[in-house]
């Protein structure tokens, strides 16, 4: 009986096998960067929410201890102790009313590349 030569068989095997790996690595690397994204996302609306909260509270706060001296000015807040490094806080107390107090509070944060702003108007009663 005569025997056929298999030169080369392995080596394409190995190719195959090479071309099958690479192929699952691409597919998994893109699901990761969107899972990255996500989670980047998720960070910044947490830290978008809380920058809100502070200013609320920090609003509450003065308006409660009368430390409110002018109204209608940009009052830029200390973010040191809440632990947002790249974040800033605006707080703007509208005019005084009877009832309630008209408050902007504009907040940015940012995770690498996105960056997450908002600005809202809240009414609070002194």
Known sequence: ?????????????????????????????????????????AYLEACNRNLVASGLAWVRHSVKDKNLKSFNTAVKLDLAHI??????????????????????????CNRGRQTLSSKDKFFVKP
């Open 1 to 41: 009986m005569k025997q056929t030569k298999r030169n080369g068989y392995v080596l394409v095997l190995v190719i195959m096998a090479l071309i099958v790996v690479a192929a699952e690595m691409f597919v998994l690397t893109g699901a990761a960067n969107i899972l990255l994204f996500q989670a980047n996302t």
């Open 83 to 108: 632990n947002i490094p790249q974040g800033s806080l605006v707080v703007i107390v509208g005019g005084q009313g009877y009832e309630t107090l008209e408050v902007q509070i504009k907040a940015s």
